[in-house]
T-cell receptor
Framework: NAGVTQTPKFQVLKTGQSMTLQCAQDMNHEYMSWYRQDPGMGLRLIHYSVGAGITDQGEVPNGYNVSRSTTEDFPLRLLSAAPSQTSVYFC???????????????FGPGTRLTVL | KQEVTQIPAALSVPEGENLVLNCSFTDSAIYNLQWFRQDPGKGLTSLLLIQSSQREQTSGRLNASLDKSSGRSTLYIAASQPGDSATYLCEVAGNKLTFGGGTRVLVKP
C-alpha cells in the first residue's frame, strides 16, 4: 500500500492564480479530509468527505473547493490564490469518521504552498 | 468552541530522561483524543488513541492518560532517545476535530 499520497510536494503561486492539490489513498477509506498547518496554530480542517459524492465544510473553507468523484481521490482546488493561503496542506484518510470510531487517520506527506 | 492547548511549545531534555507532554482542552464532551508525532517536513503519524471511556493507553515506551473532567491528557515517553526528537500534537475529537499547536521536542545525546 502506498497509503496517502499528495502532489505536488512544493508549489509557488502568484496571487490570483488557481491550482489543484491532489490527494489519493489506496486503503479504500470512506473518510477523507484536508487540513492546513500554520506555525503555532496546529492543523485546521478545511473540507472533508464521508464518501464518494459527499463533501462538507470544515473550520476554514473559504477560498477552497473540493469534490469526491471516487473513493480514492479527493482534490483540493484553490480558486484564486491569496498570500493568506501560504501554508502546508495535509490530506488525511480513515476508514470511518474519526470522531466516532477507534480508527486513526492516516496523513499524507504534505504540500508546501507559497503564494506571492 | 473547543480550544486545545499544548504547553510548553518546545522542550529540550538529555537522552534517558522521561518526557511529559501536556494537552488541555476546554470542552469535555469528546469522543476520543489522539496523540500524533510529526517529523520535520513529514506528515503526522498516530501514536496513541484514547477513547472517551478510557483512562489511558500504552504502547511500548509511550503511555497516554486522559482525564475528561479536568480537560487534560498527558503523553509520557519513558527513557527518551534522540530518535524521539519530533513535534507531538494532540487531537481532540468532539463536535469537531481540533488540534493543539504541538510541542517540539529535542532529545540531546
Amino acid at each position: 500500500n502506498a497509503g496517502v499520497t499528495q502532489t505536488p510536494k512544493f508549489q509557488v503561486l502568484k496571487t490570483g492564480q488557481s491550482m489543484t492539490l491532489q490527494c489519493a489513498q489506496d486503503m479504500n477509506h470512506e473518510y477523507m479530509s484536508w487540513y492546513r498547518q500554520d506555525p503555532g496554530m496546529g492543523l485546521r480542517l478545511i473540507h472533508y468527505s464521508v464518501g464518494a459524492g459527499i463533501t462538507d465544510q470544515g473550520e476554514v473553507p473559504n477560498g477552497y473547493n473540493v469534490s469526491r468523484s471516487t473513493t480514492e481521490d479527493f482534490p483540493l482546488r484553490l480558486l484564486s490564490a491569496a498570500p493568506s493561503q501560504t501554508s502546508v496542506y495535509f490530506c488525511a484518510s480513515s476508514s470511518l469518521n474519526p470522531r466516532a470510531s477507534t480508527d486513526t487517520q492516516y496523513f499524507g506527506p504534505g504540500t508546501r504552498l507559497t503564494v506571492l | 468552541k473547543q480550544e486545545v492547548t499544548q504547553i510548553p511549545a518546545a522542550l529540550s531534555v538529555p537522552e534517558g530522561e522521561n518526557l511529559v507532554l501536556n494537552c488541555s482542552f476546554t470542552d469535555s464532551a469528546i469522543y476520543n483524543l489522539q496523540w500524533f508525532r510529526q517529523d520535520p517536513g513529514k506528515g503526522l503519524t498516530s501514536l496513541l488513541l484514547i477513547q472517551s471511556s478510557q483512562r489511558e493507553q500504552t504502547s511500548g515506551r509511550l503511555n497516554a492518560s486522559l482525564d475528561k473532567s479536568s480537560g487534560r491528557s498527558t503523553l509520557y515517553i519513558a527513557a527518551s532517545q534522540p530518535g524521539d526528537s519530533a513535534t507531538y500534537l494532540c487531537e481532540v475529537a468532539g463536535n469537531k476535530l481540533t488540534f493543539g499547536g504541538g510541542t517540539r521536542v529535542l532529545v540531546k545525546p
